[in-house]
């Protein structure tokens, strides 16, 4: 399965690598990083990578949208959104990080659906479709083939889910004990969502 990565200028650099460190442990994922146009994109870190165009890529298996600065301004960018909406309506699986759930959202394809995003940036997501059925109280969010999480190291968690989803438990815990990291494995578990008023 290719698990196509997209960029944007802005990004938040864990919202994507987070992801990125999870399948790049998965020999079945091919990862692609992709953007609109290709090039040299930076993360709101100074982060630079190498992109390919999302024309050249193949969009039938998943489509990891991340976060970040960039994304208070793509809302308002009506071809990008146009475009995204193809990329997600061709992939198998699309999920967002943080207030890439914002873009998703934007394009109508999470309209009547589940979904949730980071909690520091919730009304300001929300205000972008509140056609969608955004959960307060939530790590990640599945409604059919759209994952959603809450914000940046929500990510990984999510990203431990989609793994256990398609190839087992024991897979995302072998995953996160190389990792040193400690799954939060309860997708409804948001210890986040009272810290900020929403």
Same mark, same amino acid.
């Given at each position: ?73 793509? #809302?308002? *960018?009506? +071809?990008?959104?146009? &475009?995204?909406?193809?990329? $997600?309506?061709?992939?198998? =699986?699309?999920? @967002? ?65 989609? #793994?256990? *989803?398609? +190839?087992?438990?024991? &897979?995302?815990?072998?995953? $996160?004990?190389?990792?040193? =990291?400690?799954? @939060? ?14």
């Amino acid at each position: 399965m290719n698990i196509n990565i997209l960029f944007f200028d802005g990004f938040e650099t864990l919202d994507a690598f987070g992801a990125v460190e999870v399948f790049g442990k998965v020999e079945e994922f091919k990862l692609r990083y992709i953007s609109m146009e290709g090039g040299v994109i930076e993360s709101a870190q100074g982060v630079q990578i190498h992109t390919q165009s999302a024309k050249e890529a193949d969009l039938t298996a998943a489509l990891l949208i991340p976060g970040g600065q960039g994304t208070r301004v793509l #809302v308002n *960018d009506e +071809l990008f959104i146009f &475009r995204l909406k193809e990329l $997600a309506l061709k992939s198998r =699986y699309c999920l @967002s990080v943080c207030t890439g759930a914002a873009l998703l959202a934007k394009t109508g394809l999470l309209d009547a659906k589940k979904a949730t995003t980071n909690k520091k940036a919730f009304e300001w997501v929300v205000s972008q479709n509140q056609n969608v059925h955004w959960l307060r109280k939530a790590r990640w969010v599945v409604e059919g083939k759209f994952y959603t999480s809450s914000g940046v190291s929500a990510g990984i968690d999510m990203s431990l889910g989609f #793994v256990c *989803d398609i +190839l087992g438990r024991e &897979r995302a815990e072998s995953i $996160a004990r190389h990792m040193e =990291y400690i799954w @939060s494995d309860d997708k409804n578990n948001d210890p986040f969502a009272t810290t900020y008023k929403i």
